[in-house]
T-cell receptor
Framework: EAGVVQSPRYKIIEKKQPVAFWCNPI?????LYWYRQNLGQGPELLIR????????DSQLPKDRFSAERLKGVDSTLKIQPAELGDSAVYLC????????????????FGPGTRLTVL | AQKITQTQPGMFVQEKEAVTLDCTYD???????LFWYKQPSSGEMIFLIY??????QNATEGRYSLNFQKARKSANLVISASQLGDSAMYFC??????????FGKGTTLSVSS
C-alpha cells in the first residue's frame, strides 16, 4: 500500500513569491492534516480536513495561507506571498476516520516539503 | 502550559543497549491517545507505537515498548537493543478528543558502535 505522497520534496523561493505544496493521502483515508515543522521543533497543525470540509483551520494564517481538498482526496496548500519566517518543513498526514482508539487513531505522515524562503 | 514535555534534548547510547526516552503529558480529557514517532535526518515522520488512555497493558511493537504510567501522566518510550539505524529525532505526541496531534519538542537519539 502506498504511503502519503507529497511534492515537491524541496522548494527554494524568494520572499513575496507564491508557493504551493501537494499531498495525496493513503487510499481510503478521509482525514487529512497539514502541519508545519520549524527547525528543532515538533510539527504544529495548520489545517485538518474531514473529506472535503476544513474542520479545523484555526491555526492557519489566513492572510497568506490557503488550502483546498476539492474532491476529498488530494490537497494543496498555498502560501502567497511567502515571508522569510515561512521557511519550515510542511508535512501532510492522513488518518482512517470513523474509528476510535487503536490504530484507527494513527496518523501517517508523508516525507514533507522543505521550504526555504530567501 | 506545555501539553507534551520531553525533557531530554539529546540522548547517547551504545549499540545493543536499551534506552528510555521520557515523555510527560497534560490533559483533563479521560479519552486520549499517545504516540511516538521517529524522524530520521531524511525528514519523514515514522509511526512507532500507540497507547490509548483506556488500554490496560503497555503497548509493544518489536523492539519498542511504551511505559505508560497513567497516574504520573508519563508515556516513556523504551528501545531495547539499540541499533545504529535508531539514530534519529523522536517525538512524543498526544491526541485528545477529536483534535490533531500535539507534539513535544523531541529528543535526539545518537547510537554509537
Amino acid at each position: 500500500e502506498a504511503g502519503v505522497v507529497q511534492s515537491p520534496r524541496y522548494k527554494i523561493i524568494e520572499k513575496k513569491q507564491p508557493v504551493a505544496f501537494w499531498c495525496n493521502p493513503i487510499s481510503g483515508h478521509n482525514t487529512l492534516y497539514w502541519y508545519r515543522q520549524n527547525l528543532g521543533q515538533g510539527p504544529e497543525l495548520l489545517i485538518r480536513y474531514e473529506n472535503e470540509e476544513a474542520v479545523d483551520d484555526s491555526q492557519l494564517p489566513k492572510d497568506r495561507f490557503s488550502a483546498e481538498r476539492l474532491k476529498g482526496v488530494d490537497s494543496t496548500l498555498k502560501i502567497q506571498p511567502a515571508e522569510l519566517g515561512d521557511s519550515a518543513v510542511y508535512l501532510c498526514a492522513s488518518r482512517l476516520s470513523g474509528g476510535t482508539g487503536g490504530f484507527a487513531d494513527t496518523q501517517y505522515f508523508g516525507p514533507g516539503t522543505r521550504l526555504t524562503v530567501l | 502550559a506545555q501539553k507534551i514535555t520531553q525533557t531530554q534534548p539529546g540522548m547517547f547510547v551504545q549499540e545493543k543497549e536499551a534506552v528510555t526516552l521520557d515523555c510527560t503529558y497534560d490533559t483533563s480529557d479521560p479519552s486520549y491517545g499517545l504516540f511516538w514517532y521517529k524522524q530520521p535526518s531524511s525528514g519523514e515522520m515514522i509511526f512507532l507505537i500507540y497507547q490509548g488512555s483506556y488500554d490496560q497493558q503497555n503497548a509493544t511493537e518489536g523492539r519498542y515498548s511504551l511505559n505508560f504510567q497513567k497516574a504520573r501522566k508519563s508515556a516513556n518510550l523504551v528501545i531495547s537493543a539499540s541499533q545504529l539505524g535508531d539514530s534519529a529525532m523522536y517525538f512524543c505526541a498526544m491526541r485528545e478528543g477529536g483534535t490533531a496531534l500535539i507534539f513535544g519538542k523531541g529528543t535526539t537519539l545518537s547510537v554509537s558502535s
